[in-house]
């Protein structure tokens, strides 16, 4: 396999990173207290889940992405709440407060691999938080440095496993490189979620390698590689 790599494009939460803690409501009890307060925070949560329910949850049907941050403008004005800050703090105060992270246990060795031997990565995740803000916080647990470029669903309102979002990132993949000739099965695609990671990456000619740590079953055979452990794609990759 290794031979043939020319790109990793890799899933961010439960990949990456892991929650200790997310909590939607932590981070707009955040955002609320840096605004003006017009209104409780029991209303303007409340206000808040009506909304979730007739955009987020209708959107992800259809596996669309709505940004974080047009989502706190559209619910600020609903509540007529003013907040005297730049979108992009506003952004990285309700991330920050929202959910705390911790790395995966061997995913730094296996960056350090991918570093090593030049072969460029970039983050691919579903998330409404933008690809900026998630830089911010692969700064703050010390890898941006690994990464060619973070992509967010949010950043092209688009959800995995939709074949625009990989075909987005492969082509960013062969921009950063300068490389237009590089094929879509010499890139591998690692991530934990069957359905949106594996199927999704195989439907555009990737190789999928599924971080299966629940030991789950490859219903349709179609992964490339399965693992549990980041160790054990290192023994793969170096074999």
Not at 155 to 161: A, G, N, S, T, W
Not at 183 to 194: K, S, T, V, W
Request: glycine share 4%.
């Amino acid at each position: 396999m290794m031979s043939k790599i020319k790109g990793v494009l890799i899933d961010v939460g439960k990949t990456i990173v892991t929650n200790r803690v997310l909590s939607f409501k932590n981070g707009l009890k955040a955002i609320y207290e840096i605004s003006d307060k017009a209104i409780s925070f029991d209303q303007f949560y409340q206000i808040h889940l009506k909304l979730h329910e007739i955009t987020f949850a209708y959107l992800r049907r259809f596996n669309n992405e709505m940004r974080l941050t047009d989502y706190l403008i559209a619910l600020n004005n609903l509540c007529n709440i003013k907040i005297e800050r730049p979108i992009e703090e506003i952004e990285d105060i309700f991330q920050k407060n929202m959910v705390e992270e911790e790395l995966i246990d061997g995913i730094v060795d296996l960056l350090e691999f991918f570093s090593s031997a030049n072969i460029p990565v970039i983050a691919v995740s579903n998330s409404c938080i933008s690809g900026r803000a998630l830089s911010v916080e692969f700064a703050e647990l010390g890898i941006l440095k690994y990464f060619k470029k973070i992509i967010s669903s949010a950043d092209i309102y688009i959800c995995k496993p939709r074949k625009e979002i990989f075909e987005y990132a492969i082509g960013q993949l062969k921009k950063i490189t300068k490389d237009a000739t590089i094929a879509n099965d010499e890139i591998i695609f690692i991530g934990n979620d069957y359905n949106c990671d594996c199927i999704g990456a195989k439907n555009v000619g990737l190789k999928a390698i599924w971080f299966n740590q629940t030991n789950s079953v490859d219903t349709y055979n179609i992964c490339d590689l399965i693992i549990n452990s980041y160790s054990q794609l290192l023994d793969n990759l170096e074999a």
